[in-house]
């Protein structure tokens, strides 16, 4: 049974090879990201996710096809994905000694089969930071292209007082639930 990975983070990748699977193919889905107004951030993540399986299902219709998409968020508030230091410099003084979450929603799409989702949630508290801690975090530049601004796998890991919750999900893909999901589809695992 052929694998397509809908996304082009290499961080899903690098998490699918912890649980001994290599996708067949990498076919990044191409749909608009934007938030509508009054979308909830799980709301947000979880057809995110549906619609990337959705549109490369409909692409290779004989092929399971696995897309996720993950969701930085204080209170109602979705964060963006940062590109900028000014956009990444106000969502730390947003994060800065507060509690947030970061939802991943996981879709699989099976020839034949329901589409089956998840969705996963884990509470991040950061710690208060100084302005010289910001200043040497955007210099760092691992932020560029994360949610929130911050990748808990790189040095924005300092940064964190207490997580609770699936740590491979705010990497990007949470680990066991995929894993469900694939077995679920019949997707050969140990």
């Given at each position: 049974m052929r694998l397509i990975l809908a996304s082009a983070s290499p961080r899903r990748l690098d998490l699918l090879a912890r649980i001994g699977v290599t996708p067949d193919a990498i076919l990044p889905a191409d749909i608009d990201e934007?938030?509508?107004?009054?979308?909830?951030?799980?709301?947000?993540?979880?057809?995110?996710?549906?619609?990337?399986?959705?549109?490369?299902a409909a692409r290779e219709p004989d092929?399971?096809?696995?897309?996720?998409?993950?969701?930085?968020?204080?209170?109602?508030?979705?964060?963006p994905k940062v590109e900028d230091e000014a956009t990444l410099r106000q969502c730390m003084a947003l994060l800065?000694?507060?509690?947030?979450r970061v939802m991943t929603g996981v879709a699989l799409a099976a020839p034949g089969q329901k589409l089956r989702t998840r969705l996963v949630e884990t509470t991040i508290v950061m710690k208060r930071l100084s302005g010289e801690e910001i200043d040497f975090y955007a210099a760092h530049g691992e932020w560029r292209g994360k949610a929130g601004g911050y990748a808990l796998q790189g040095y924005g890991e300092v940064y964190v007082r207490h997580i609770a919750g699936s740590y491979?999900?705010?990497?990007?893909?949470?680990?066991?639930?995929?894993?469900?999901?694939?077995?679920?589809?019949?997707?050969?695992?140990?």
């Amino acid at each position: 049974m052929r694998l397509i990975l809908a996304s082009a983070s290499p961080r899903r990748l690098d998490l699918l090879a912890r649980i001994g699977v290599t996708p067949d193919a990498i076919l990044p889905a191409d749909i608009d990201e934007s938030v509508p107004a009054g979308e909830l951030p799980r709301d947000h993540a979880l057809r995110l996710a549906t619609e990337k399986a959705q549109a490369v299902a409909a692409r290779e219709p004989d092929a399971l096809v696995l897309a996720a998409d993950t969701v930085v968020a204080v209170g109602r508030r979705i964060l963006p994905k940062v590109e900028d230091e000014a956009t990444l410099r106000q969502c730390m003084a947003l994060l800065s000694g507060r509690r947030h979450r970061v939802m991943t929603g996981v879709a699989l799409a099976a020839p034949g089969q329901k589409l089956r989702t998840r969705l996963v949630e884990t509470t991040i508290v950061m710690k208060r930071l100084s302005g010289e801690e910001i200043d040497f975090y955007a210099a760092h530049g691992e932020w560029r292209g994360k949610a929130g601004g911050y990748a808990l796998q790189g040095y924005g890991e300092v940064y964190v007082r207490h997580i609770a919750g699936s740590y491979s999900n705010v990497v990007g893909l949470p680990l066991a639930e995929t894993r469900h999901l694939l077995k679920a589809a019949g997707y050969p695992l140990a």
